[in-house]
């Protein structure tokens, strides 16, 4: 699969996953970052990391969750754990696999 098909393919879904979120993307772009998975501002840009293409489809989903209910919520208070845990079920697995690559990632 080329580069320009993971692109589209990850926009895709991030898209379909704000759709069901019921919440506006008006900047989605994917490119190589170096500390973080994802960023996001609630005018609703936002920005992910190319190496996501890499992972299974439940970390990508946590982090493309994890960034677009940032777009109703603002922090990662008891209503954003609510909504993660009623879209993803146990979300946390995925969180902590993304901790553990980047930790691997740094040593």
Known sequence: MTRAEQKLIFKTRAREWAAKLEVEIARLVVRPMRVKW?????????????????????????????ELLHLQVPNHGKLWKILMRAHLGDYEKAEMKLKKLAAESVA
């Open 38 to 66: 994802a960023s996001c501002l609630t005018h609703g840009h936002l920005n992910f990391n190319a190496e996501l293409w890499g992972f299974d489809l439940s970390m990508q989903d946590y982090v493309i969750v994890h």
